[in-house]
């Protein structure tokens, strides 16, 4: 499913009306009625008291719009206008004369005191309307928008919100003041800030309608996309009936250090719930005593440490011995900083001849000296949370939080990379694509997730999916399996550990929707 930024919405109306011959007078009647006919899934519009509130924009106009369908359909319906009507322009000003013929009250509010007198009786109306600001607002509201907008939040009524919150910017923010929606509808296609935090948590319910804009315009091919189970569907690799271990893929996952050996096995019983074929776990050799107890469907190799359970340096010529025999490398989690880990974790991202994801403590490693990821060949998927990332490009963790779209494809693209930045939602990024995803909840914030994730992408990958496609599905696989724990769970008592129980039945998922394609 494509999403489009604001400049990009921009470009789609503008040929839409040169190229197709859309009036633009048609696409508000289309997006207004859309919203109206979404407010009719919820309530019944016979007697329903309901109050637009429209600025002089488009957003505004879009507001006139919906107000006169519902108004058709039966509801009582009242507008405020933060402006005369005399100020209006375009489309708008059409809409807004047109409402007015067909005799619904538009109070023209222009000063703070106009507005003080709806604050007694706003909360009587059983839904607002917000059409105060649209996807080309920028900045902080102030004076009476601002006061609009801390008015419709005061009230206790339904709000829905025409295409975004009143006060968020489309292609993400962190708002000073914006309207607190219960529904929002959106036009044609879905924004950043439907999906983004903080932005999202001010969109209530999200529904797009369709306004008309022409099927080549809506299926070209963008940057931008959501990871949906239509897409999940089409990737899940196909298990041939002759296949053996080698035909559906060897991995080595280099993980687990002292304390640390939980990391490992999370990481390698992913990668085989996902169909890896067989899976190599490479490990300081101290912890043999631990990790021979367990994982038994995985191939231990243990390698030379430091002596205090950590991957030593002179591990390089064992783990160059296994190269052959796999199609991948998985390096991070649970490693440690120990510095001869590092430096081996650094020598194997100049060295190593095939593919290769890096995660945890592979980034931290890497972090101290980012440099080697530019023009790094083959190529590499990277897995940060957005404190692993800080440390990588030196920056904040908070602010590569909010700017999480921004930042995953600038480096991926600067490094040439497959950059999986995790959080909510988690972005996969490439050089020529960013797709975002659309499963998981805050379950997934638990210790060893990461690592759940690290092994379901490399399970993936060694099965002959490209980087890309293995770290988009890995990622929509593991909110989903995300999903079904916390639907059986409960958010707060998912642990890594359920992930791998649920995975089987997140691929199958995904199976069935393909299956239900081709039928």
Known sequence: MRLVRKAEMRDVDARAISEFSIPSLLLMENAGRGVAETIEEYFTPENLSVLVICGKGNNGGDGFVVARHLANSGAEVEIILLSKISELKGDAETNAKIARKSGIPIDEVTTEDDLACWKASISDFEVICDGIFGTGFKGSPKGLAKSAIELVNSASSFIVSIDIPSGIEADGCEPECAVSADLTVTMAYLKPSHLLYPARDYCGDIWVADIGIPNPLIDAEGRLRLMTAEDACLLIPERVPWGNKSTFGKVLILAGSKGMSGAARLACEAALRTGAGLTYLGFPETLSEVLDTSLLETVKRPLPDTGD?????????????????????????????????????????????????????????????????????????????????????????????????????????????????????????????????????????????????????????????????????????????????????????????????YLPEAMLSACEEREEETD
Not at 409 to 431: D, F, H, M, N, Q
Request: glycine share 12%.
């Open 309 to 501: 359970g950590h991957l030593g340096l002179q591990a390089f010529a064992d783990i160059s011995k296994i190269a052959d025999e796999v199609k991948l490398l998985a390096m991070g989690p649970g490693l440690g900083t120990h510095p001869e880990t590092v430096a081996l974790v650094k020598k194997l991202l100049v060295e190593w001849k095939k593919p290769m994801i890096a995660d945890a403590d592979a980034i931290n490693a890497i972090a101290t000296e980012p440099g080697l990821l530019e023009g790094k060949k083959p190529p590499i998927i990277l897995t940060p949370h957005p404190g692993e990332m800080a440390r990588l490009i030196e920056g904040k963790a908070h602010e590569i939080d909010i700017n999480r779209l921004d930042v995953a494809e600038e480096y991926a693209r600067k490094w040439s990379s497959v950059l999986v930045l995790k959080g909510a939602p988690t972005i996969t990024a490439c050089p020529d694509e960013v797709w975002v995803n659309s499963t998981g909840n805050s379950g997934l914030s638990s210790g060893g997730t990461g690592d759940v994730l690290t092994g379901t992408i490399a399970g993936l990958a060694a099965q002959g999916l490209p980087l890309t496609q293995a770290a988009r599905l890995g990622v929509w696989l593991h909110g989903r399996a995300g999903d079904l724990s916390a639907d059986e769970l409960g958010e707060h008592s998912v642990v890594a550990g359920d992930l791998l129980y």
